[in-house]
């Protein structure tokens, strides 16, 4: 599998590669690094062009210890929710249909805590890709990925903003996301971006710290709060994509992270909204949204009404009636 998966991030043009570079038809590079496993990580992002959270999570990777302290942050939270880390990425996991032969995407991956449990699904048949901000957690994965499975040969890791990602639209069968998208920059293009690349039909997953509405201002909640402001989150579902069908919203270790799951679609739901409703105020979907006209005096309104109901017709098929024939009066 060549690297040449990969587009430009910004104009999502084609790359092709040249030496330890790759380039853009418009002549944009990004450099090429070389991971522990023999393979090519691209560089998409630097952080003169960061912003917002993503400086802040980009400083928290950059720290001394940061891996150790990822790690010891991951301990403490399974432990207080006494939930068994395996058994919780693999329910996780399960949500979003993988076969051998699929392409799965993980966004903002840190050290690659999904990837081990992605990667044997996929075996010699499919494709892993997985990204982050942090070029410190990307090379930190990348050696824990090769000491866990001598070779990794279908594992694609890049350094690239999860707002913008450098794949072509609708590559990926699903795209993955769990913890850390409460401090990106950009969540709507985060959330959108992973739909693009997923094909239609393919599975997106989205989850982070969030506690939920019914215990916010409970005092489980407030703990919660107390220890991690970002727990008081919301779930970003006003950025689900509109053409998005299956839609789920659950919460889990202790109803205080949030779980979107959501399958890609090209279409709206179906609505027919020319559909004619019975009664006596009648019309459509469509007439009631898109014909709406002056208002009237509230006393000519009920004659109209009370002609109509005398008539035995909707009240919309009247006034429709009667400005059709003022009209051809003319």
């Known amino acids: 599998m060549t690297g040449l998966v990969y587009c430009c991030p910004v104009t999502k043009e084609p790359l092709r590669k040249e030496d330890r570079f790759y380039v853009s038809e418009s002549g944009a590079t990004y450099e090429l690094l070389s991971s522990v496993h023999g393979s090519d990580i691209p560089v998409f992002v630097s952080s003169n062009q960061l912003s917002g959270g993503d400086v802040t999570s980009r400083?928290?990777?950059?720290?001394?210890?940061?891996?150790?302290?990822?790690?010891?942050?991951?301990?403490?939270?399974?432990?207080?929710?006494?939930?068994?880390?395996?058994?919780?990425?693999?329910?996780?996991?399960?949500?979003?249909?993988?076969?051998p032969d699929h392409k799965v995407l993980v966004t903002g991956c840190g050290l690659g805590d999904d990837?081990?449990?992605?990667?044997?699904?996929?075996?010699?048949?499919?494709?892993?890709?997985?990204?982050?901000?942090?070029?410190?957690?990307?090379?930190?994965?990348?050696?824990?990925?090769?000491?866990q499975f001598?070779?990794?040969?279908?594992?694609?890791?890049?350094?690239?903003?999860?707002?913008?990602?450098?794949?072509?639209?609708?590559?990926?069968?699903?795209?993955?996301?769990?913890?850390?998208?409460?401090?990106?920059?950009?969540?709507?293009?985060?959330?959108?971006e992973m739909a693009r690349v997923t094909k239609v039909g393919g599975r997106v997953l989205v989850g982070d710290e969030g506690v939920a509405p019914w215990l916010k201002d409970k005092e489980f909640g407030k703990i919660a709060i107390r220890n991690n402001?970002?727990?008081?989150s919301e779930a970003p579902l006003k950025y689900i994509p509109?053409?998005?069908?299956?839609?789920?919203?659950?919460?889990?270790?202790?109803?205080?992270?949030?779980?979107?799951?959501?399958?890609?679609?090209?279409?709206?739901?179906?609505?027919?909204?020319?559909?004619?409703?019975?009664?006596?105020?009648?019309?459509?979907?469509?007439?009631?949204?898109?014909?709406?006209?002056?208002?009237?005096?509230?006393?000519?309104?009920?004659?109209?009404?009370?002609a109509s109901s005398e008539a035995g017709i909707s009240a919309s098929q009247w006034v429709e009636d009667a400005l059709r024939s003022r009209l051809n009066a003319k």
């Open 59 to 99: 400083a928290m990777y950059t720290k001394n210890g940061a891996e150790e302290a990822y790690d010891n942050f991951l301990d403490w939270l399974f432990s207080t929710f006494n939930q068994d880390e395996r058994e919780f990425r693999l329910g996780l996991i399960e949500r979003l249909h993988i076969k």
């Open 115 to 147: 990837l081990k449990y992605l990667y044997p699904m996929l075996k010699e048949h499919g494709e892993l890709y997985a990204q982050d901000l942090s070029d410190l957690m990307i090379a930190a994965t990348s050696r824990r990925m090769q000491e």
């Open 150 to 192: 001598s070779g990794c040969t279908n594992l694609h890791l890049s350094v690239s903003n999860a707002s913008a990602l450098p794949y072509p639209d609708g590559y990926f069968d699903a795209a993955y996301h769990f913890g850390g998208i409460n401090l990106f920059s950009d969540i709507p293009s985060a959330i959108a």
């Open 229 to 232: 402001a970002l727990w008081a």
């Open 242 to 306: 509109e053409h998005s069908k299956d839609i789920n919203l659950s919460w889990v270790l202790g109803n205080c992270f949030y779980i979107i799951d959501f399958t890609v679609s090209d279409s709206l739901p179906f609505m027919d909204i020319d559909l004619k409703h019975k009664g006596a105020r009648g019309g459509s979907m469509r007439t009631r949204y898109f014909g709406q006209l002056e208002g009237v005096d509230p006393d000519l309104k009920g004659l109209v009404q009370q």
